[in-house]
């Protein structure tokens, strides 16, 4: 008979390497940001939307510059059309932006509720501000790249075609502008929908919250500010963004063709949806992860 071996199979203790609990978080984010690339139609389609809408922005930069257009209203801009062009753009990035909040964004939370994943996370050491910085902080770079990075890329674009180094000049600040409006921009479009995400535990409902909270509030700030107040209309998310855009590039244009809201009643809106939403889903997720599912 050949001797038999006896092999220890039970529990050892883990004795490799440990990320600090400060970095956890970006494992989340890592988490995020994969998931979101896996098929085509959650994040890869509006990206692609971005940048063809970026290409056809510079596209227009670059006739504008090329042919001896008047510099008074084409295309609808009052002034120097190049400088005109970038904030066009961003009422289009703001579109997209929203289509990844629902394919993307208003899930997240309520995808992890839905599937029981918070066991999961909060079993483990991730604490409640390690969980809801990754899932802000993936959806933020997600939404970054829709919004920022092709609004900075149109605005280097346009200093590439400054004519001597006194317009190069002129036109640098505008790279500044670009970069503060795509951040507003993600933040605002990252915080709401997953806010929203952690109210309830199902990805679908999310969704539809989401959507119903976009169109409809933002349907009726919009109609009220028309028939009442401009300053209201800064609670449309999209006329906030694009308010802010329009007044930090200081570019007139034709009654309208871009529409916006007070600079300061724009920034408030912003600051107010950004709080609320990074607020809720706080309070959601730090309610859970004491009440017993998986961790204190």
């Known amino acids: ?36 690339w896996k098929t085509w139609w959650r994040y890869k389609m509006a990206l692609g939307w971005a940048v063809v809408i970026a290409l056809v922005v510079g596209a227009m930069m670059y006739i504008g510059r090329a042919l001896p257009l008047p510099q008074g209203g084409k295309w609808g801009i009052l002034g120097n059309v190049l400088d005109g062009l970038p904030p066009i753009a961003v009422p289009w990035l703001c579109r997209v932006a929203f289509l990844v909040g629902l394919t993307v964004a208003a899930g997240t939370i309520a995808g992890d509720a839905q599937v029981g994943a918070f066991t999961f996370y ?14 802000l902080g993936g959806v933020f770079l997600l939404m970054f790249l829709i919004i920022g990075a092709p609004l900075v890329a149109l605005t280097v674009f346009r200093c590439g075609l400054a004519d001597d ?46 959507a119903t909270y976009y169109l409809v509030i933002g349907s009726m700030a ?27 590039f200081d570019v007139q244009f034709l009654p309208g063709m871009l529409d916006a809201a007070p600079l300061g009643w724009s920034l408030a809106s912003i600051g107010l949806h950004v709080a609320a939403g990074v607020a809720l889903a706080w309070w959601q997720v730090a309610d859970r992860a004491h009440a017993g599912v998986g961790g204190s």
């Not at 993600?186 to 679908?204: D, E, H, I, K, Y």
């Open 1 to 36: 008979m050949s001797a038999g071996s006896i092999r220890d199979l039970g529990y050892k203790r883990y004795a490799g390497g440990r990320r600090a609990q400060s970095t956890r978080w970006r494992v989340i984010v890592r988490a995020q940001v994969a998931d979101a």
């Open 122 to 135: 909060f079993s483990r050491p991730v604490r409640p501000i390690d969980y809801v910085a990754g899932k």
């Open 165 to 210: 180094s006194a317009e190069l000049m002129r036109c640098l600040p505008m790279v500044g502008k670009a970069l503060i409006v795509g951040v507003l921009g993600a933040a605002v479009f990252t915080a709401v929908p997953v806010g929203l995400s952690a109210v309830v535990g199902r990805r679908r409902n999310a969704i539809a919250l989401y």
């Open 222 to 248: 919009l109609a009220i500010g028309v028939a009442a107040s401009p300053a209201l209309k800064a609670f449309d998310l999209l006329i906030a963004v694009q308010s802010v855009g329009r007044h930090l």
